[in-house]
């Protein structure tokens, strides 16, 4: 976690966005080249959305309550 807190905002963001896609999906789709744009796609979606910003950050939240 010592990692993660030092990472940016936005970086944290994505590390918790793609965390839970690899878990979603599997360690084998989350290497693949391709999951790049499909993160970065999920990403610009969720970040425009009203509140998506914060909803990741609730996700963080509860991960490390884990």
Same mark, same amino acid.
């Given at each position: %976690? *010592?990692?993660?807190? &030092?990472? $940016? =905002? =936005? ?5 918790? #966005?793609? $965390?839970? !896609?690899?878990?979603? !999906?599997?360690?084998?789709? &989350?290497?693949?080249? &391709?999951? *790049? *744009?499909? !993160? +970065? +796609? #999920? %990403? ?7 509140? $998506?910003? *914060?909803?990741? +950050?609730?996700?963080?939240?509860? !991960?490390?309550?884990?």
């Amino acid at each position: %976690m *010592a990692g993660f807190d &030092a990472l $940016g =905002e =936005e970086d944290r963001r994505r590390a918790v #966005v793609h $965390g839970l !896609l690899a878990e979603e !999906l599997g360690d084998a789709v &989350a290497n693949d080249a &391709a999951f *790049a *744009a499909v !993160l +970065d +796609d #999920v %990403m610009r979606v969720i970040v425009a959305m009203p509140g $998506g910003a *914060a909803m990741i +950050d609730r996700a963080a939240a509860a !991960l490390r309550a884990d």
